[in-house]
């Protein structure tokens, strides 16, 4: 055991009972030649997470827990945090592994994720971040979409959102040499790492299925109370790294601000929410880059185009509603 590669994967967790259960089963079930260092940071849940959690901490200690990989640490800690990112930060000053990931709490691994993971670090000495396919998944589990993953690109990142988060891994060494997460950051603490460590280490994408990514109306990702300050947070993120305000990323925080604020039925059309956030997306983008930046031209393409009379959850996950 002491020559298998170590995984720590932390799982920040806060009122997920629903989905919890499943997230650390699809942990500790994986098989291979690895072991895993788990750590679980809750805030302070007032639902059953917490009995959860003790659980299946109980079936470890106690042995009853098949385990199949070389070995399974589980640490976990339930106190009240200032949110995800603090949550993230708390788990992986404890960790003890090579290879950095986290898994939120309504995501899962597929079988079989992290012993490819293993197979590709080992094989790839100079790899820093690998990340691979996902599907998006109901509240019951249902696959409804595919998240849209390519080739790792920079100029690509700074429009897309090309890594998909339950299924990146990083080296221990790289995420602490670029200054690990952000505290600052709520909602794009992971955009922000892959940006940094880009810049710093070889990045590769895996075309292959490790994780399913779970869209509710409390994830962030989908809940419109957050989605004003979730685009926002992730165009400044994109200004500060590439001093450039794509349209793309423009477009995104303009449609959900114009969504939001028309009132009734002219914020439940498409048509009316679309043209007014393409006019807010240019006089935005022109303030923001002082000008008509060159970059942005090659954006105006007709598959862009046809992006901007979709729903967002079209968009995520290729489906009409």
Known sequence: MKNDTIISIVTPSFN????????????????GEFAIDYLIVDGGSTDDSVA??????????????????????????????????????????MASGEIFAWLNSDDTYLPGALQTVTD????????????????YI??????????????????????????????????????????????????????????????????????????TYRLHGSSKTMNRAALIDNSEEALAVTRRHFSWAPITRVYTAC????????????GASRMITATAAII????????????INRSDLRL??????????KDRLELMTGRTP
């Open 16 to 31: 997920q009972g629903e989905f919890l259960a499943e997230t650390i089963e699809s942990v500790l079930s994986q098989e």
């Open 138 to 211: 109901d509240p019951s589990g249902d696959i409804i979409g595919a998240y849209h993953t390519e080739e790792f690109s920079l100029e690509r990142l700074a429009v897309a959102n090309i890594i998909c988060q339950p299924t990146a891994f990083f080296r221990r060494d790289d995420f602490e040499a670029v200054g690990g997460l952000d505290m600052s950051l709520r909602f794009v603490m992971d955009y922000d790492l892959w940006i940094r460590l880009a810049r710093r280490v070889p990045c590769c994408y895996l075309p292959q299925l490790l994780a």
């Open 52 to 93: 959860i959690i003790k659980r299946y901490d109980d079936r470890l200690k106690q042995g009853k827990w098949p385990v199949r990989c070389s070995g399974i640490s589980l640490r976990w800690l339930s106190e009240q945090d200032q949110g995800q990112t603090d949550a993230l930060i708390k788990g992986f000053r």
């Open 255 to 266: 449609s959900i601000r114009c969504r939001e604020s028309l009132p009734g039925l002219l």
């Open 300 to 309: 105006l393409n007709r598959e862009n185009f046809c992006k901007l009379f």
């Open 280 to 291: 807010c997306t240019v006089v935005r983008s022109l303030v923001l880059n002082r000008g």
């Open 120 to 135: 590709f670090f080992r094989t790839t000495p100079d790899l820093g971040l690998l990340y691979g396919d996902a599907r």
